[in-house]
């Protein structure tokens, strides 16, 4: 169970809901062709909690992988990992995707709404959208209309493992000048369960191995955001930064021989920033839209140690990722009834490992050009793009892993789409849209060899792997009559060259232990 308390001053004018995730033109949740969910204002507020896949579970087509009661991943018709792009502010975000317990780097609290789109939506956002697409959108520094300051003070209690949280924001507004600063602190002690017969006393298969307080659970999550920005009549300018740092433990079982295993910590201390510059200006009846974003993720996590002792000297993985993305979008006006834009991209990663022997030191250089159309024929709204990606990534031998191969990979991709929503009469919205997306292989998939990553095999690499591409069609209708909203969707996605762990059926010592090798 748990409360949740908020105080409000709020001199802001609420406008309609608008998706930006699902069209770079801006665009009515209910026009869309695709499928999308925005959770902001109430229902957001209802819903928060740390896990990023728990706030988003209750989305039909949507679940959570959960690791724990702070740890969810979202899955989309299926799909999670790297085939679901998780964004913050519409940057993808690099955060070691292949493994459930190093969680999306995205706390909904910090954010004003989340927006998700079911199906692949790499005609926008490129590689790993494949499956869906999770956009987490930061406050505006403009989001406050009138002169003045106004706030927010909130906080939440879970009486299971006395989770407490606790933040303010801040906006203010003079003219042209906008501003938004805020930061929340989440605390929580180990899990409880309901108190039952252990398999220590029953030895009946299915009874559990913990009941009651369950060991090494705790966590800790301190995360900030900065939002600052000038607006007038040639357009606007914002600078922001998000800060999000959460440690947390895993309970851990360590095989005795003879014996039952015994618990043990795995203790994580996660960290992301981003820094973002973003634009839009008017020229005419153009609108030119640059962005440039530096994300930085550094990632510890240490076998027998919880998060309070973690530390360089003891951690068993110890990576940072550095990327810097560009882009630049530019809207044109609108000619024969269709509106659109066109841009391109340019992203630069870098994987650096300290420690971690199933890790390697690899770079990415990914660089896109898409156009995106839509025209409006009475009541129904048709939605083209196309998109060209060319990805190149290589490693680099390294002290962290001596054996990797450092051939260059590179994939050159086309993907498109095209939708239509046709509304009916005030009741009725019918949908429809082919698309096809690509997945590139990911550092860890090319470039890793050792034992370890969240299940008990080694992990060999595979220098060979094309990208994933996958061809979906779907369609939906939606009802409402103002009080109950109902809606219905079906879809086919069919996959090649689906990029998986297969059994090779030998073992390879490592650690004192034996593994079964998966490749």
């Known amino acids: 169970s748990g409360i949740s308390i908020t105080a409000m001053a709020d001199s802001a004018t609420k ?154 924001r ?5 003219d042209g000048f906008g501003l938004q600063v805020g930061g929340f602190i989440t605390r929580a002690d180990d899990y409880r369960s309901a108190k039952t017969t252990q398999f220590q006393e029953s030895r009946k298969p299915g009874d559990p191995l913990f009941s009651g307080k369950i060991p090494f659970t705790d966590y800790r999550s301190r995360n900030a955001y900065l939002s600052t920005g000038f607006e007038g009549d040639y357009g606007d300018i914002s600078l922001s ?52 974003n530096f994300q930085k993720n550094q990632r510890q996590a240490g076998r027998g140690q919880t998060w309070r002792s973690l530390s360089s000297e003891n951690a068993h993985i110890d990576l940072n990722i550095y990327k810097n993305t560009f882009k630049l979008g530019v809207e044109h006006p609108e000619f024969n009834g269709f509106r659109g834009e066109w841009g391109m991209e340019y992203a630069k990663t870098r994987q650096n490992p300290k420690k971690g022997r199933v890790l390697a030191k690899a770079e990415r250089d990914q660089f896109a050009i898409y156009g995106f159309e839509e025209k409006r024929i009475g009541s129904v709204i048709l939605e083209a793009g196309l998109r060209f990606d060319h990805i190149s990534q290589k490693a680099k031998i390294s002290e962290v892993n001596q054996d990797v191969d450092t051939r260059s990979r590179d994939y050159n991709v086309v993907t498109g789409s095209l939708g239509t929503a046709w509304l009916v009469n005030d009741e009725w919205t019918l949908r429809g849209n082919i698309g096809r997306g690509f997945r590139a292989p990911s550092f860890f998939e090319l470039y890793s060899d050792g034992p370890g990553g969240g299940i008990a095999v080694f992990k060999q690499s595979n220098p060979d792997l094309k990208e994933e591409t996958s061809f979906n069609i779907e369609a939906g209708a939606d009802w409402t009559n103002g009080i109950v909203d109902l809606s219905a969707t079906a879809f086919y996605n069919r996959f090649s060259d689906y990029i998986y762990l297969a059994n090779t059926n030998e073992r390879r010592q490592a650690r004192g232990r034996n593994f079964p090798v998966y490749k």
């Open 241 to 292: 930064w998000v800060h999000w740092h959460q440690e947390q433990n895993f309970l851990n079982l360590l095989p005795q021989r003879g014996r039952l295993p015994s618990p043990r910590p795995v203790g994580q201390d996660l960290q992301n920033d981003n820094i973002a510059l973003r634009g839009n200006f008017y020229l005419n009846d153009w609108v030119l839209k640059p962005t440039y």
């Open 15 to 168: 406008l309609g809901t608008i998706t930006v995730t699902a069209s770079p033109l801006g665009q009515e949740v209910g026009l869309s062709p695709s499928r999308v969910d925005v959770i902001d204002g109430d229902t957001k507020h209802e819903r928060e909690t740390s896990s990023l896949g728990r706030f988003l579970e209750d989305i039909p087509g949507v679940n959570s992988i959960n690791t724990g009661p702070h740890a969810g991943v979202p899955v989309i018709r299926g799909l999670t990992g790297q085939r679901i792009q998780v964004m913050s502010d519409g940057i993808g975000q690099d955060y070691f995707q292949d493994i459930s317990r190093h969680i999306p780097v995205i706390d909904p609290t910090l954010y004003s709404r989340i927006e998700v789109v079911r199906g692949p939506m790499s005609i926008l956002y490129g590689s790993g959208a494949i499956g869906g697409v999770v956009n987490a959108i930061s406050p505006s520094p403009f989001e406050q209309t009138e002169n003045g300051i106004s706030g927010e003070v909130k906080s939440r209690f879970a009486s299971n493992n006395k989770e407490r949280m606790g933040g303010a």
């Open 170 to 174: 801040i906006s203010a507004r003079q």
